[in-house]
């Protein structure tokens, strides 16, 4: 049995965190602090390819694969989005692409972030999502035909 | 007497604030503060009003009808166009054709005159400070003609007329240029470019969307061959506009779009055109947004423009006065002419960040690009924070725009 919390864990503690907020300010404080302490992506992913489309800011993501779980790494030009990303990524990161995939991160509405997720060009939180999904969405299927491979090898031995 | 001047002169922003119920309204706990008039203006309660009468009294097709709703509709329409046709001094009501606001009359040009009269080799020239809407539609034209799109530089925010001079040739066709930049609020001296263009045998679109809120427009002193302009920044409804464009040119124009309301006769061999302005108007119009631009358009000329520029004016400069006092505040675009738009930038800060913050406190700018790209690109920023102005906005609310910004700032460094 791992030890390692839930994508359902992780929301719920992001959720009693923001519960001790009184005021917006203190909560969009803790954003741009959590945006503020977000490892600096390397400039050689701060590529075109990596840019996330939907954004006023520029925001990059990137993912790996390590033993079967996707590995989210995450910048942006602003320091809110970077704050929401960083959200996102200590939610989703570590996890396979399966519960990824089914993850409804319910935490960014019942932090009161919903305007955030708005279906408008001005703000990238939904693209975000949409985006770390896709990843995880192409890594099972890669997980899925590099195992169908390995079973197709398996009997022609 | 002195004082009777004053207060005629003097515009009266409490007595207008009662008139725009938006402006009531809480954000985020607190009283919205509206600084994005350059995107849209609130609606006054007689636009609001007039628009529920509208639906609820004389609401039928026009033109055709010969019972007393369709006959009042109607009436209602074409006053209308009369109310556009005087806003903007054009000389007759065959040159107001509605459309759906400046873009679609900017299209309407590309499409109609453009496309008869754009050839392989010829030239079309906008400037850096255009909004999207006035560069997408002549690019979409010149690649479908083999005709080249160019460029008249500006510097921090001013047109380089120089430069314009050394862009005219015999295969310039069209200029098509903005009265006043949406993203910085220059005043582009119209005039002047008309005339040169003239000079080089080339005809001239200015697109009116920010200039027809705040100037006094008169398009046979301007002397333009096409203006364009929307309700909605105008203190009027969404989804009517105008395009007017000089009676000859419109005659010798191919109509736009077809169906019903623009033609004569319609046989299967052929079909004869309506007369101006119908022939560009297709299919049932937006009446109701329509009828009520004329009430937009009175209430605004009722107030004076010349009062509304003042108070705007002087709010300009003690927001920009303030503005440069914060922490590495630059305000984007020199020009000496301007309109309320105050536009800036703040080191080490994105604008979005700003956005949201000053959001979280009912302050509502604009960031970003301000669907100005190139221009944005000449600056070398992706955007910038737009505060813009209009006749309700009060000395108190930049104040607190202030404050916000200084909070925002705070929290962001």
């Known amino acids: 049995m791992s030890d390692q919390k839930t994508i359902q864990e992780i929301e719920n503690e992001i959720v009693e965190e923001f519960s001790l907020f009184d005021s917006w300010d203190d909560k969009y404080e803790y954003i741009i602090d959590l945006g503020k302490k977000l490892p600096v992506l390397e400039d050689k992913h701060k590529l075109d390819e990596n840019k996330v489309r939907g954004c006023q800011s520029t925001v990059w993501l990137v993912a790996d694969s390590v033993d079967?779980?996707?590995?989210?790494?995450?910048?942006?030009?602003?320091?809110?989005?970077?704050?929401?990303?960083?959200?996102?990524?200590?939610?989703?990161?570590?996890?396979?692409?399966?519960?990824?995939?089914?993850?409804?991160?319910?935490?960014?509405?019942?932090?009161?972030?919903?305007?955030?997720?708005?279906?408008?060009?001005?703000?990238?939180?939904?693209?975000m999502v949409k985006q770390m999904?896709?990843?995880?969405?192409?890594?099972?299927i890669k997980n899925t035909m590099s195992h169908g491979e390995r079973s197709a090898e398996t009997k022609s031995n | 007497m002195i004082q009777s001047d004053t207060i005629t002169k003097e515009l009266d922003v409490y007595a207008i604030r009662q008139q725009f119920p938006a402006l009531n309204r809480?954000?985020?706990?607190?009283?919205?503060?509206?600084?994005?008039?350059?995107?849209?203006?609130?609606?006054?309660?007689?636009?609001?009003?007039?628009?529920?009468?509208?639906?609820?009294?004389?609401?039928?097709?026009v033109h055709r009808g010969i019972h007393t709703l369709a006959e009042e509709a109607t009436a209602a329409f074409e006053a209308s166009r009369d109310a556009a046709r005087q806003f903007i001094n054009a000389g007759s009501r065959e040159e107001i054709?509605?459309?759906?606001?400046?873009?679609e009359g900017i299209n309407l040009v590309a499409y109609t005159?453009?496309?008869k009269n754009i050839k392989a080799g010829d030239e079309i020239i906008i400037t850096e400070m255009e909004h999207h809407s006035n560069i997408v539609p002549w690019q979409l034209l010149c690649e479908e003609k083999g005709a080249t799109l160019k460029m008249i530089p500006q510097q921090d925010g001013v047109l380089l007329l120089d430069e314009y001079k050394k862009l005219?040739?015999?295969?310039?066709?069209?200029?098509?240029?903005?009265?006043?930049?949406?993203?910085?609020?220059?005043?582009?001296?119209?005039?002047?470019i008309i005339k040169l263009a003239h000079q080089a045998g080339a005809l001239v679109m200015v697109d009116g969307a920010q200039s027809s809120v705040h100037l006094d427009i008169d398009v046979q002193a301007m002397d333009c061959d096409f203006f364009a302009f929307s309700s909605h920044k105008v203190y009027g409804p969404t989804g009517i506009g105008v395009l007017y464009g000089k009676k000859?040119?419109?005659?010798?124009?191919?109509?736009?779009?077809?169906?019903?309301?623009?033609?004569?006769?319609?046989?299967?061999?052929?079909?004869?055109?309506?007369?101006?302005?119908?022939?560009?108007?297709?299919?049932?119009?937006?009446?109701?947004d329509a009828v009520v631009l004329k009430t937009a358009l009175e209430f605004v000329s009722k107030i004076g423009k010349e009062k509304i520029r003042n108070h705007e004016t002087e709010l300009l400069a003690y927001a920009t006065e303030q503005l440069v006092q914060l922490p590495g505040v630059r305000v984007i675009?020199?020009?000496?002419?301007?309109?309320?738009?105050?536009?800036?930038?703040?080191?080490?800060?994105?604008?979005?960040?700003?956005?949201?913050?000053?959001?979280?406190?009912?302050?509502?700018?604009?960031?970003?690009?301000?669907?100005?790209?190139?221009?944005?690109?000449?600056?070398?920023?992706?955007?910038?924070?737009?505060?813009?102005?209009?006749?309700?906005?009060?000395?108190?609310?930049?104040?607190?725009l202030i404050v916000g910004l200084e909070k925002a700032l705070k929290m962001l460094l």
């Open chain 2, 97 to 103: 054709i509605f459309t759906r606001g400046t873009t």
């Open chain 2, 26 to 61: 809480q954000v985020k706990g607190q009283p919205l503060v509206y600084f994005d008039n350059a995107a849209t203006t609130q609606k006054p309660q007689v636009v609001i009003d007039a628009l529920v009468d509208y639906y609820t009294n004389y609401n039928a097709n």
């Open chain 1, 68 to 127: 079967g779980k996707v590995i989210f790494k995450a910048d942006s030009d602003a320091v809110i989005v970077k704050g929401l990303i960083s959200m996102l990524i200590r939610v989703l990161s570590g996890h396979t692409p399966d519960e990824i995939i089914q993850a409804n991160l319910g935490f960014i509405q019942k932090i009161g972030m919903t305007t955030h997720l708005a279906q408008t060009r001005s703000n990238g939180l939904l693209a």
């Open chain 2, 113 to 115: 005159w453009g496309r």
């Open chain 2, 333 to 400: 675009g020199s020009a000496a002419h301007k309109v309320s738009v105050a536009s800036f930038v703040i080191d080490k800060v994105h604008p979005q960040d700003i956005g949201i913050l000053l959001d979280n406190r009912g302050i509502a700018v604009r960031t970003g690009h301000h669907c100005a790209q190139p221009l944005m690109h000449c600056f070398g920023i992706p955007g910038t924070i737009r505060a813009s102005l209009a006749m309700y906005n009060t000395k108190e609310e930049v104040d607190k």
């Open chain 1, 133 to 140: 999904k896709n990843f995880a969405l192409a890594y099972k």
């Open chain 2, 168 to 192: 005219l040739s015999s295969r310039t066709k069209l200029v098509s240029v903005v009265h006043v930049s949406n993203a910085l609020g220059t005043v582009n001296p119209v005039e002047e």
């Open chain 2, 248 to 288: 000859q040119l419109l005659e010798a124009m191919p109509p736009f779009q077809g169906g019903g309301e623009m033609i004569k006769e319609v046989t299967l061999e052929k079909t004869t055109y309506a007369d101006l302005p119908y022939k560009f108007e297709a299919g049932t119009p937006n009446i109701g």
